[in-house]
């Protein structure tokens, strides 16, 4: 039973660059959210997806996007990349009908380093 | 009020000794409460969670106190391994997950 994965695992692109970030979710689930993760603190919410459509979202600019698949897959879009934007991006898969008894599950995430 | 404190940044235990984490949260709405255990390079994985009608969850040397009145949580890990250096973070969920800043647990040999 494979978990949630995530690729590229690094990835280094310069300012002002495009970026995708692909995650698949841990199999039976439906649901994808996305984490930013700086070094040395917790995971920030940056939006959830589920029957491919946005349903939440954390206090991220709109150069934050996503997408989700009929397969349940997902893509994190980051446009415009500031030097900020630097962080391990997370992706984490959930059930929707257990949203408020069952824990996420993570991948081990993109490292994303902007110059 | 989304904002989860997690407390201390960092810790030292030594082998066999045990490691407390403390939380505390604003928000009344949240109605569920995990711990994930972070490794370097790692994404974070579920450790144990508890539900605010519960006052405390036991799993192997893993045991969660909850507070609901004073609004706190507390993860306590006995006879601490140095396999259990990691990153620990709490987390409380409303609509979203809100994640602690994270604690450094070093457990020394």
């Known amino acids: 039973d494979a978990g949630v994965t995530q690729s590229p695992t690094h990835l280094i692109k310069t300012r002002g660059q495009q970026v995708t970030l692909r995650c698949s979710p841990k199999?039976?689930?439906?649901?994808v959210s996305w984490y930013q993760q700086a070094l040395g603190q917790g995971p920030q919410f940056i939006f959830q997806y589920y029957e491919e459509e946005e349903r939440q979202r954390g206090n991220f600019p709109d150069r934050f996007s996503g997408h989700q698949f009929p397969n349940y897959s997902s893509e994190l879009n980051v446009n415009a990349l500031l030097l900020g934007d630097s962080a391990l991006y997370l992706c984490a898969s959930s059930t929707w009908a257990g949203m408020h008894n069952s824990p996420l599950h993570f991948g081990n995430g993109t490292r994303l380093t902007v110059t | 009020q989304q904002q989860v404190k997690q407390s201390p940044q960092s810790l030292i235990v030594q082998k066999g000794g045990i490691s407390i984490i403390n939380c505390a949260y604003e928000?009344?709405?949240?109605?569920?409460f995990p711990w994930y255990q972070q490794f370097p390079g790692k994404g974070p994985a579920l450790l144990i969670a508890i539900r605010p009608d519960v006052s405390e969850k036991k799993e192997g040397r893993f045991t969660i106190s909850f507070n609901k009145s004073a609004k706190q949580f507390s993860l306590h890990i006995m006879d601490s391994q140095p396999g259990d250096s990691a990153t620990y973070f709490c987390?409380?969920?409303?609509?979203?997950?809100?994640f602690g800043p994270g604690t450094r647990l070093s457990v020394l040999p």
């Open positions: 987390a409380a969920l409303r609509q979203n997950f809100v």
């Open positions: 928000n009344t709405a949240f109605d569920y």
């Open positions: 199999s039976g689930h439906d649901t």
